[in-house]
């Protein structure tokens, strides 16, 4: 028997990868789905490396180690550091929006996208008959994000009552 794994008809090998994240949460990542995971605040990371490591040996195939920083978003799942681990070239955007087209509340989504027009999908996608205003990227700054002047302009205009008044 071999440790490969059969798709459609084309042998793969297993990927395995251990992360580490600068708080010290630790996943387990199998063919890039997230398997295990801690929080060394409420327990050992230690199972999570064991259990990688003893997969490893058992399927038997390469396994690799990864040490990122926790993903920007306060809300940040596991599925976000997955996401940046596949595709590093992805930054944090907030997109502003109406829940409904002419509501005056700007509510906010974060995610993190390709570009301002792969934001404002996601935000379409999540909420569907919104008014998008706009998407601005963060800009990290000794690991604090924050906006660039012209996005935080965008985001001043956006809440203003109306387009002269905006203009000014």
């Known amino acids: 028997m071999t440790s490969n794994i059969l798709s459609k008809g084309v042998e793969k090998s297993p990927r395995i990868a251990l992360i580490t994240l600068s708080s ?3 996943g387990l990542i199998f063919n890039e789905r ?7 605040d409420f327990e050992p990371v230690d199972q999570v ?12 195939c390469d396994i690799n180690v990864f040490t990122m ?5 306060e809300d940040w799942n ?11 070239d992805l930054k944090l955007y907030r997109v502003a929006y109406h829940e409904e087209v002419g509501n005056k509340a700007i509510l906010q989504f974060d995610c993190f996208a390709s570009d301002p027009e792969h934001a404002i999908e996601q935000a379409e996608d999540a909420y ?6 706009f998407a601005a990227e963060f800009v990290a700054i000794d690991d604090c ?9 965008e985001q001043s205009r ?11």
């Not at 997230?34 to 060394?40: G, K, N, Q, Y």
């Not at 490396?49 to 038997?60: D, G, K, R, S």
């Open 78 to 88: 596991w599925s976000d550091v997955l996401s940046l681990h596949l595709r590093p």
């Open 145 to 153: 994000y924050l906006w660039t002047i012209r996005e935080a302009l």
């Open 158 to 168: 956006a809440a203003l009552p109306d387009q002269a008044f905006a203009r000014q």
């Open 24 to 26: 010290g949460d630790c």
């Open 34 to 40: 997230v398997i295990m995971t801690a929080d060394p």
């Open 69 to 73: 920083p926790v993903p920007p978003k």
């Open 128 to 133: 569907p008959g919104s008014e998008i205003l």
């Open 49 to 60: 490396e064991t259990v990688a490591f003893n997969l490893a040996n058992a399927l038997p």
